[in-house]
């Protein structure tokens, strides 16, 4: 979104995981940031003469009322899938905490992804009597839908259904998950009345996001040969494993490991996505926090059936999934993304998947 504004011209910042700022972005201790540190934000945006502020808001920031008497312009729903239940205890525990975002404050407008089973209870529990609502779907029907997606040569192309008409649409992303993104920012800047020809044109100027379905490595066809992403979920693993498999049919090496001190029931489900999609997996370290790295990994390897090796280090491991690289296959590295540090017993190393990788293609060419 902050990027789809600067396209159009607008002064825009960003607040979320990356960090804060416009261009250069300044590192925030946590995704939605305190409420003194996001008025400091604010305030700096202000002299900067930024008029608009696109802002991750967590589960964690909404019950712990970091964003208490901020009033959005618009709110956006993109999806609610299992995170966090380290925290929240339970998935019904986590979804009311979203949607307790979208019934507090003074916001007018909305956004709402109604192929999603949050979105859809929102639609029928919130009073829209002098709100503004904007429905975006790709499997059932609402104000804004993406079909007839297809990948060519890099891009993601599809039509976009708005006011029955339809809009063919290039971007330069990939997955079913990016076209629900692309959505809801159409739809909030269609909310900021901008024409739908101005907001195709600044859609198609994207560039890719650090560490989110970053290639880093690209086939002599132009096909993702390296690919590095945040996903960290079971949900948002299977995302990006579907997406390339839609693009490539390859054979998929997955590198993946799960969090210490988080929610424990996401390793068995994120070992099962793997074992569905990858076909061949190596099982590593991810932020093991202060429990034992190879607790973690048994508790992940008690359900990987398909072919699979462990490294516990996941420098060594980074180094073993791309010298296991060919022609026909294809490296995801998962779960850290853009993180350039690896959390072990308190302390956060320097660490970066991305610098690791290029590095081991480095030597591997030379």
């Known amino acids: 979104l902050q990027q789809c504004l600067s396209n159009l011209h607008q002064n825009a910042g960003l607040i979320g995981t990356l960090g804060s700022g416009k261009g250069h972005l300044e590192k925030t201790s946590n995704t939605t940031p305190d409420i003194i540190s996001l008025n400091k934000i604010f305030y700096e945006f202000k002299k900067k003469g ?23 312009d618009i ?9 966090h239940l380290d925290y929240h205890k339970t998935l019904s525990n986590y979804q009311k905490t979203k949607k307790q975002f979208f019934s507090d404050g003074g916001c007018k407008n909305f956004v709402l992804n109604v192929d999603d089973h949050v979105g859809q209870q929102l639609v029928s529990e919130i009073d829209w009597h002098e709100k503004n609502l904007i429905t975006y779907a790709i499997d059932n029907q609402a104000d804004l839908c993406a079909t007839n997606i297809v990948y060519k040569d890099g891009m993601m192309i599809f039509d976009l259904l708005h006011k029955d008409k339809i809009y063919n649409l290039r971007a330069n992303v990939f997955g079913k998950h990016n076209a629900y993104n692309l959505l809801s920012v159409i739809a909030c800047l269609v909310m900021y009345k901008f024409s739908i020809n101005s907001i195709i044109e600044a859609v198609q100027l994207l560039q890719s996001i650090q560490g989110r379905n970053e290639v880093i490595q690209f086939n002599s066809d132009g096909s993702p040969q390296v690919v590095i992403d945040y996903a960290h979920t079971p949900d948002a693993l299977e995302n990006i494993l579907v997406s390339l498999k839609t693009i490539a049919v390859k054979n998929v090496i997955l590198l993946f490991g799960c ?21 061949k997996i190596i099982v590593t370290t991810d932020n093991p926090r202060h429990e034992d790295p190879s607790e973690i990994i048994n508790d992940i390897l008690k359900h ?19 010298e296991m690289l060919s022609d026909d296959s294809l490296l995801l590295i998962a779960g850290k993304g853009h993180e350039e540090y690896q959390e072990v017993k308190g302390i956060r190393y320097p660490f970066s998947d991305k610098e690791i990788a290029l590095l081991e293609l480095g030597n591997i060419k030379n």
């Open 304 to 322: 990987i059936t398909t072919r699979h090796i462990v490294i516990e280090s996941r420098e060594q491991a980074i180094k073993a999934g791309v």
């Open 259 to 279: 969090g210490g001190n988080r929610d424990k029931g996401k390793r068995k489900k994120m070992a099962l996505v793997a074992n569905k999609y990858a076909d």
């Open 50 to 72: 930024i008029q608009y502020a696109a802002m991750e808001v967590s589960s964690h920031a909404i019950k712990q009322n970091r964003i208490a008497n901020i009033v959005f």
């Open 75 to 83: 709110k956006v729903l993109t999806n609610v899938t299992r995170d």
